[in-house]
């Protein structure tokens, strides 16, 4: 038996974890989104932010109460996912309220800004530019990773761009909700391997008895 378990394992560090990168991209989207588009003393305004704010504290919150609480860690991330599931249907209804598409997963649009791997919301906001312009890519100021040449379809100069910003949070709200998915499975899977913080402090304390 391994004598040297530590009682409390290695936590936090969630500002590395990709999923509340991607939050945290989505809370900053939204807010300038909600200030921009959405009255702001209706209750839809509040709603939005505190829904994508919520899946981003509850990727850290989980992340920091790992260390003594599996369970904890477990229940918190399952409430940064349905956070950004709720966000994700009232960006939907934004744009099915106002007769504007959803655009599939399928198209050129999200996958650009997907392979742009933007990591500020002024990323975002140079593909949108180049979104509605209907340029190449090329004369907007991409993020991160951005492709040599763009795969934005000719057909986006019709879009307004509310529709193409919805289309963007939606777009990297599929990466989030992605991610977590992952991260509740490998969570669960290691709740169901190791036990969680009372187990640990059993087999600590029988590993040093012995």
């Given at each position: 038996m391994d004598t040297d378990e530590p009682?409390?394992?290695?936590?936090?560090?969630?500002?590395?974890?990709?999923?509340?990168?991607?939050?945290?991209?989505?809370?900053?989207?939204?807010?300038?989104?909600?200030?921009?588009?959405?009255?702001?003393?209706?209750?839809?305004?509040?709603?939005?932010?505190?829904?994508?704010?919520?899946?981003?504290?509850?990727?850290?919150?989980?992340?920091?109460?790992?260390?003594?609480?599996?369970?904890?860690?477990?229940?918190?991330?399952?409430?940064?996912?349905?956070?950004?599931?709720?966000?994700?249907?009232?960006?939907?209804?934004?744009?099915?309220?106002?007769?504007?598409?959803?655009?599939?997963?399928?198209?050129?649009?999200?996958?650009?800004?997907?392979?742009?791997?933007?990591?500020?919301?002024?990323?975002?906001?140079?593909w949108a530019r180049a979104v509605h312009g209907g340029q190449d890519g090329q004369h907007g100021q991409g993020g991160r990773g951005a492709s040599p040449k763009s795969t934005v379809s000719t057909k986006s100069t019709t879009s307004t761009y509310p529709e193409i910003a919805a289309n963007g949070a939606l777009a990297l709200l599929a990466v989030a909700c992605s991610l977590l998915d992952r991260q509740l499975a490998a969570q669960a899977a290691a709740f169901e391997k190791e036990g969680g913080f009372t187990e640990r402090l059993y087999r600590v304390r029988r590993g040093r008895r012995d």
């Open positions: 009682l409390i394992p290695p936590h936090g560090g969630y500002r590395k974890l990709k999923s509340f990168q991607v939050a945290q991209l989505v809370y900053d989207m939204t807010v300038r989104f909600c200030d921009r588009y959405i009255e702001k003393r209706s209750r839809t305004h509040d709603q939005m932010v505190q829904a994508a704010r919520s899946g981003v504290q509850n990727i850290a919150e989980g992340s920091q109460a790992s260390g003594t609480s599996k369970k904890m860690e477990l229940k918190l991330t399952n409430v940064a996912r349905a956070s950004l599931e709720e966000l994700r249907l009232d960006y939907e209804d934004f744009l099915r309220q106002r007769g504007m598409p959803v655009w599939p997963r399928e198209d050129a649009r999200r996958a650009e800004l997907i392979a742009r791997r933007p990591a500020a919301a002024d990323d975002v906001a140079a």
